[in-house]
């Protein structure tokens, strides 16, 4: 590739800049306390308002009723980030049934935040809108009382260079049709992975992180080789796979994909800038210029190109994005491409990449700014003043303040981010036991990642299920580990279910990973393993490639609680499955339903093929397993009329079932998306589109069965009043009209249906 011309020269001018480059986004809310995270272009003093509304409709503005002032955090030169924290005035609290709104004022700027978001706009510029009401103030409500009034939506793996079109954009939809309806409102989001790709990454992306780096921070980081050092930005877009490989250990290339690794990042200020893209258009240039202006070979232009194609929706919708995630409760979770493909997979993965300098800066870079634009909004106690979290972000902006030359700061950040020092013999990292597996070793300040969220009638249970696995002691390096460990099984599970408030209705589980996922997929990966290819098909990140972690997890959600719902994404389709337990000794039946939501955008066509009428011919089985209480199970085998009967097995202690739920035909959304420009196809090419549109974008074909493979986002809500029932909405954007949107529903009974039927 010939040198590429920088992004900070199509940047928007630092002065043309309004003062908020991303957010407001609303984080962690309840009754006592609304936490908002932004992210400036200077330095200032923020005072965070939240104000009941007249009649509760969100129209007119009331009195304030929670407030509270603080400083921001310096991360760069033009970089600075807050999450501020109102609390009660007078001892107000907040109610259900209520639409609230919140503002912001800027004190060294003397400005308000409609004013601080189109601050620095150039002459008839339009303005940035993230209110749906005239007073341009954004709006919340809390979940409801009423289980049959709750709306959640989750959502997985937005990669905006991935197939298809973003479909995070239709959560503007569903906010603005019900905006002034706090009961009927989607009253919280939860995002269940790979919320920005620190692999996998376009080379404009990467293009784009860097400008923005340079152009926010002020200065290019001095990445650590095995021998040496080199500046971030003398790695440029498209040429990093070998130094991934070599010098940092990562695997997202392996397996014949060389290209997932080609723009990978590594410096903070490229991970910082992924997030700033991810929810705001602010930083995004009017136009990305074509490859022949930037210098880029013959070679590299219809890469570039084809990726800029991939990237459009993306940044067409970013806009509606900014404003729905400044309009409802958010909450996150890491996956692997958070930080880097595979991250934390086994062993091996952690001794290859955690061992390598580079390795291992990349990794303390992506969790440090996982922390800083995500944790941080999720969990604001642990950020307060003479917290872990505060003591991280002070080393933080002494490290970045120092332009990356205060190596202590930097080492220290590991202690309260949960990485493991390395063994000074080995250069690997270190370990500890937990009963007979190994967990990567950390601090007591480390702080953690997982969390529990009340509602007025449910729980939230968030897991960390990829810094607190427990890798085999005895076997292959290779070996999936399990996905939580006991001490962690302990601490993120066994914890918060052992009290149930009387008023908590419903709980929910969030699961990054898979319980249970679709049979081809489980043999393509335990052939994989059985060949030591457990990289190209993350072979590991299911449950249920580790019998003692799936039975422990089945029996600790069973055993407390008679009805759950496990909200999870990571595998690029959205369904439903059932699994209903029951215990032989106390004769209890237990349902847990797995919700999934995945991807936002990132549709392959393996996942189509599935979507569609196809995948009908061969439908998931329901599979029946029996269990003992030393944590073995088996699985039944299906009943044959032919050959060998199934063997007969005595006194198993528990069973249950698994059930693929079949999704209700699609009905129309009255929402029409933003058109993509395309240039006029010739007559060949028009030909050929319409041969396509009849044979396979038409809706019959696209009326698949059990799953989603198309880019969606869910919402979540439940039918409480007599039978109890959750129902899944999965929305996406059909082939035979992609500016339309459609709807999926899956309606699951919350008890056992075959015990309603011997009534």
């Known amino acids: 590739m010939a040198k590429i011309i920088p992004a900070i020269q199509f940047l928007p001018k630092l002065e043309q800049l309004p003062l908020i480059i991303t957010g407001p986004i609303l984080r962690h809310v309840q009754t006592n306390a609304v936490t908002v995270w932004l992210a400036l272009k200077k330095p200032d003093t923020v005072t965070l308002r939240v104000f009941e509304t007249e009649s509760g409709n969100g129209a007119k503005l009331a009195k304030p009723i929670l407030q509270s002032q603080q400083q921001t955090i310096a991360l760069g030169k033009n970089l600075h980030i807050l999450a501020i924290t109102a609390l009660p005035i007078a001892d107000a609290v907040l109610t259900p049934g209520q639409v609230y709104a919140y503002d912001l004022y800027f004190q060294a700027a003397g400005l308000n935040l409609d004013q601080a978001i189109n601050s620095g706009q150039e002459s008839g510029q339009e303005n940035w809108r993230i209110s749906y009401f005239a007073h341009q103030l954004p709006t919340f409500s809390l979940p409801p009382q009423d289980l049959n009034q709750l709306r959640m939506v989750h959502g997985s ?3 905006p260079h991935g197939g298809g079109r973003d479909t995070l954009s239709c959560l503007d939809n569903l906010i603005q049709d019900a905006a002034s309806l706090a009961n009927q409102r989607p009253h919280q989001l939860f995002m269940t992975g790979d919320q920005i790709y620190g692999d996998d990454v376009a080379d404009p992306m990467l293009w784009l992180c860097q400008g923005i780096s340079q152009l926010l921070l002020g200065w290019s980081e001095e990445l650590p080789l095995e021998y040496g050092s080199i500046l971030n930005h003398e790695l440029p877009p498209g040429k990093r796979t070998e130094i991934a490989r070599i010098e940092a250990g990562m695997t997202a290339m392996l397996g014949g994909k060389e290209d997932k690794a080609k723009s990978h990042l590594f410096s903070f200020g490229e991970y910082a800038a992924a997030y700033l893209i991810a929810w705001s258009p602010v930083l995004i240039p009017k136009s990305i210029p074509n490859g022949v202006s930037l210098g880029l070979s013959r070679k590299q232009l219809k890469v570039w190109q084809s990726e800029i194609e991939g990237m459009a929706s993306f940044f067409q919708g970013l806009d509606m994005v900014r404003r729905a995630l400044a309009n409802i409760s958010v909450y996150t979770i890491c996956d692997d491409h958070d930080i880097s493909d595979d991250w934390y997979l086994n062993r091996e993965w952690c001794d290859r990449v955690l061992g390598k300098p580079l390795g291992k800066r990349t990794i303390q870079n992506g969790l440090l700014s996982y922390a800083i634009f995500q944790a941080w909004g999720n969990t604001p106690h642990h950020f307060t003043p003479g917290s872990e979290g505060a003591k991280l972000l002070q080393l933080a902006s002494q490290w970045l303040g120092s332009q990356g030359q205060d190596l202590q700061a930097k080492a220290e950040c590991d202690r309260y981010l949960g990485i493991p020092n390395n063994d000074p013999r080995t250069k690997l990292p270190q370990y500890q036991s937990d009963q007979d597996v190994l967990i990567l070793a950390r601090e007591q300040e480390a702080i953690p990642w997982h969390y529990t969220v009340m509602g007025a009638s449910h729980e939230v249970i968030v897991l960390d299920t990829r810094t607190w696995r427990g890798y085999p002691i005895a076997k292959s390096k290779l070996e999936p580990p399990m996905l939580l ?14 009290n149930k408030p009387k008023h908590i209705q419903a709980t929910v589980v969030v699961l990054p990973t898979n319980l249970v996922a679709l049979g081809i997929i489980d043999r393509i990966q335990q052939y994989e393993l059985s060949r030591d290819r457990v990289f190209s098909n993350d072979v590991g990140d299911s449950w249920n490639f580790h019998d003692t972690a799936f039975i ?3 029996l600790n959600l069973c055993q407390k609680r008679d009805r759950v719902i496990i909200l999870s994404g990571d595998i690029h389709y959205s369904c439903a499955v059932r699994i209903v337990h029951q215990n032989h000794q106390t004769h209890e039946t237990s349902v847990i339903v797995q919700l999934t939501s995945s991807a936002i955008k990132n549709s392959e066509l393996a996942t189509r093929v599935i979507h569609t009428k196809l995948k009908s011919l061969l439908p998931e089985p329901t599979q029946h ?3 003992w209480s030393n944590l073995k199970q088996i699985k039944l085998p299906r009943l044959k009329w032919w050959g060998k009967q199934p063997q007969q097995h005595t006194n198993p202690d528990w069973q249950y079932r698994i059930e693929w739920i079949k999704r209700q035909p699609t009905q129309a959304m009255p929402w029409r998306e933003r058109g993509i420009t395309k240039s006029p196809a010739n007559l060949g ?8 549109t009849l044979l396979w974008r038409n809706p019959w074909l696209q009326e698949g069965k059990e799953v ?21 909405d999965t929305y996406w954007h059909p082939p035979w009209q992609e500016t339309a949107t459609v709807k999926s529903s899956y309606e699951v009974l919350l008890e ?6 011997d009534r």
């Not at 460990?485 to 052992?498: D, E, G, I, R």
Request: glycine content about 6%.
């Open 752 to 757: 056992d249906y075959l015990k309603r039927q």
């Open 157 to 159: 793996c937005r990669k």
């Open 708 to 728: 989603v493979g198309r880019n969606n986002l869910s919402l979540v809500r439940f039918n409480w009043s007599g039978t109890k029932q959750v129902i899944q």
């Open 625 to 627: 397993w029996l269990g």
């Open 552 to 554: 422990t997890l089945l």
């Open 485 to 498: 460990s006991p001490f962690a099984f302990k601490q993120q599970l066994q914890q918060p279910l052992s």
């Open 685 to 692: 090419q028009r030909i050929w589109d319409s041969i396509v």
